[in-house]
Structure formats: C-alpha cells, structure tokens
C-alpha cells in the first residue's frame, strides 16, 4: 500500500480553522494547535503524523475488535461499492447483504431474538430502543407505560435521546430540555459507591434502586428499564455478581421490558458474543453498533425478541421510523466479513479463555501499585483506579479527574492510547492482541503511574496545606 505523504502542520492549522471535533474542548483544542494526526493503522498500533507508533489500547473507540489493517474488510467494501453501493429499505426493498446480515445477527443472538432493525450509529439505536419500546407498549393497549429507567453515570450515546436516557451530567448540563419520562437509578460501581459494603450486598442494593423507583412512578407507567452489560465510558463499571439476574427478576416481576445497550460490549469484547450472554441474562430487545463493522464502517442494530415483533406486525400500518441509511449495503456487506474474521480466527473464544484471562492476571499485578486502588477487567476491557492512599478510594485533588488526566498523557508520550475516566485509566484494546502486547500495555501504564506519582504526591501535600491554612483556627 502506498502512503501518502501529508503536510501535517498545515493539517493542524486546517483542524483549529475548520473542524470541530466531538466531545472536545475547543478552546484547548485552538490553544493547543490543532489535534494530532492519525496518518495509518496496522494490527494493534496507530501512527501519527509525527512518526510516533502508540499502541491504541482503545480499540479506536471500544470497537476496532479485528484490529487494523484488513484487507478483507477493504475488498468487501470495494465489491459490494461496484455491485450495489446504495439502495434504501424503505420501498419494499432491500439488499442481499442487508438480509443476509439481519439473518446472521438473529443468529448469533440466538433464542427469541427473531429480527433486526439498523441503524448507522449507536445514538440512532438508542432512537430505535426508546421509540420501539413507548411503541410497544401503545400497541399492547397500555401507552401509560412510557417511562424508562436507566442509570446515573450511564451512556447511550449522543443524541437528544441518547444523552437524556443516559446519566451523564456533564452532558445534562448542556442543551436541554430533555426527553420526558426518563428516571436515572444509582449505578452498580461498587469501588465508588458501594466501597465498604459487601460487594453482593452492594450489587442487591443497587438493583433493588430498580424496583423502588418502579413503585415510585407506578409500575403501571414503566416501560422499560436499559443498562449496559458492564458500563464503557461511565469507566468500565462491572457490576458485582448477582447484579444482573437480579435486575432480570424485577424487570420480570414488573412485566416491564429489559434492554440492554450492547453497543461497547457486543462482539467478543467480554468474551462472548454479547454481554447479556456473559450475565446469563435473557433481555427483550439489544442495541448493538462499534464491533458490528470493526469501526470500518458505520452501521448499527437493534436486536428485537420475537414478542416485539409480533405486536409490530399486530397492526396494518407503518412504523414510521427508519434512517436513509438502515442497512445500507456496503456497511452491511463489512459487517458480514467482520463477522466471519470473529469467527474463523475464533477471536471470541481467544478472548474468554486466553488473552483476557492474561489481562486479568496482568491487571493483578499492576493493582499492587501504590497509586492503584483497584484493576479490574472482563474479557478485553478494563479500567486502573488511580488512588491517593493505597487500600482506599481517595482521591487526588479532591477527585477532579486530573491525576487520570496526567497519567494519561504520559501513558500516550510513552506509546500507549488509553483514555481517562473520572480518576481511571480505562482500556478495551483489539481483540487480536497478542500476549506480548498487552505486555507492553501493562508496563506502560506502570511507567507512566510510576513518572507521575512524584509530582502527584508534591501537588496533594501543597493543597492539603493551602486547605489547612484556609480552615479557622480552633
């Protein structure tokens, strides 16, 4: 493959002139001179316009799963570009990869899912979700039941839709007013929030905040309660065991639907095709997007249980919701291919009964350091709670974020792409990484702690003491 030879520094003047990236400070961004160049990937590592190779412990954004470079993915494209680049579904008419995809998909999810619906992105599945499930309802003789639960700290994407169903604040404090009907439960993070309880003791407790704001609104106006399997870019929240079959049983106990938002644990990231399959647990309807494609494409779906289908089908008119793009041929056609990389290279069950069991053991090690309060991992994802005293979940500078913030960038000076959450590291690198590279993954992150613990612990004695000298005196 030729590369091509860019003017990066004009590229950068272009990105602060021009381009306005998502979930970004642009002042920083203007401040700082443009963001950095991504020229080429391959396998694990990433390449920016400076040369630097990082190995992008992120998977792109949670999804790359069969790493970069595929050649396999390209042609599919570049076939199914020439045959058919684009035809929609909405005319009583379709395209063979589409089909071919929806049928693929009802299979891996297995049981009573029966049909899909796409989307090009997981915000728009969310769309789908929250619009199918108040429709389902309508079509059940009970449009009261439009009420959905999900939990604080909880992302479904971007949209109106997405960010008011999840429970993000910083993104509730922009852009309102938000979607009606929609009520946030504590999340199961226990090394925040359940940290001296009994991890089962914690996990029914934050279930059981489920059932609770059921009676509050009324069963009777509950539609559905979403979560997802473990919570991505709330920090890699896993949920204690018990959690989950828990939820499953009140969702059953109140006849309200249980979805779940398979868009960062889907496809072979915790091991298993999907997340609820890891939990055990059996849900009426799933989003799924990122590893659908590998990130080569967008494309997104909506898994729906048969019993979803049969109302849709109850009544002799449309269901006015779709997207230009549902289905579209060409993404289709590179999620088909994904999908038969996942499964001939048998990447899910490498990831349930090899790599991840080495990440964890890996991430054991790395959580004797002293500035880690806990490593915790399923599967491929993972995340490092970086701690002020060890043994405790105190953090630096009263937990601003900005201790995750400095590792995370020396952790990238040193050739490594995490992301930082609150104050941890989280990582979901691609599901074809090798032993040794989460090697080099881990040591990484222990340099980095290690570079940044001097300077962390100097800033926390002066703010401990600039607190004492503004405290009264006695």
């Not at 860019?6 to 590229?11: C, F, G, H, V």
């Not at 199961?188 to 704001?213: C, L, N, T």
Request: glycine share 10%; charged share 20%.
């Amino acid at each position: 493959m030729t590369r091509r030879n860019y003017d990066i520094a004009e590229l950068r003047r272009l990105d602060v002139a021009h381009h306005l990236a998502p979930h970004q400070n642009h002042r920083m961004m203007r401040d700082i001179g443009g963001a950095r160049i991504i020229t080429r990937a391959d396998g694990v590592f990433i390449y920016d316009g400076d040369g630097n190779a990082i190995l992008d412990g992120m998977a792109g954004l949670w999804c790359v799963q069969v790493g970069y470079g595929r050649e396999e993915l390209a042609k599919a494209a570049y076939d199914q570009m020439l045959e058919l680049p684009f035809y929609n579904s909405f005319f009583k008419t379709t395209s063979p990869p589409t089909v071919l995809l929806a049928a693929k998909l009802a299979e891996l999810l297995g049981g009573h899912f029966t049909h899909v619906m796409f989307g090009n992105s997981g915000s728009e599945a969310i769309d789908t979700l929250i619009r199918t499930a108040r429709y389902y309802w309508q079509l059940k003789g009970q449009p009261r039941r439009n009420i959905i639960i999900s939990r604080v700290n909880g992302y479904h994407g971007s949209t109106i839709a997405g960010a008011s169903l999840g429970g993000m604040r910083p993104m509730h404090e922009q852009g309102g007013p938000w979607v009606p009907n929609i009520e946030h439960v504590i999340q199961p993070y226990w090394f925040g929030e359940g940290f001296k309880e009994d991890p089962q003791v914690f996990a029914a407790r934050a279930a059981d905040a489920i059932e609770r704001r059921i009676l509050d609104v009324g069963p009777e106006n509950v539609a559905a309660f979403i979560g997802e399997p473990i919570q991505g870019a709330g920090g890699v929240i896993i949920p204690p065991d018990g959690y989950w079959p828990r939820v499953e049983a009140i969702c059953r106990k109140y006849g309200i639907l249980l979805i779940c938002d398979e868009v960062i644990c889907g496809f072979g990231r915790l091991g298993r095709w999907f997340g609820h399959q890891y939990y055990g647990v059996r849900p009426d309807m799933v989003s799924m997007a990122k590893g659908l494609s590998s990130g080569y494409l967008p494309i997104a779906a909506v898994g729906m249980a048969d019993h979803i289908v049969e109302a849709l089908r109850s009544v002799d008119k449309d269901y006015v919701h779709g997207f230009t793009y549902s289905g579209h041929p060409v993404a289709a056609a590179v999620a088909l291919k994904n999908i038969e990389i996942l499964e001939r290279e048998h990447l899910i069950e490498r990831t349930a009964n090899d790599t991840g069991p080495y990440l964890a053991r890996g991430m054991a090690e790395l959580a004797k350091h002293s500035l880690v309060g806990e490593a915790r991992s399923v599967g491929l994802i993972g995340a490092v709670e970086i701690v002020s005293r060890k043994g405790s979940n105190e953090r630096f500078a009263g937990g601003d974020g900005s201790a995750a913030l400095t590792v995370r960038d020396l952790c990238i000076q040193n050739g490594l792409m995490v992301r930082a959450v609150r104050d941890s590291l989280v990582m979901s690198p691609p599901l074809t990484i090798t032993h040794a590279e989460i090697d080099q993954l881990l040591a990484t992150i222990g340099k980095s702690l290690d570079q940044a613990e001097p300077g962390l612990r100097a800033e926390e004695i002066k703010r401990q003491a600039a607190k004492q000298a503004r405290a009264p005196a006695a």
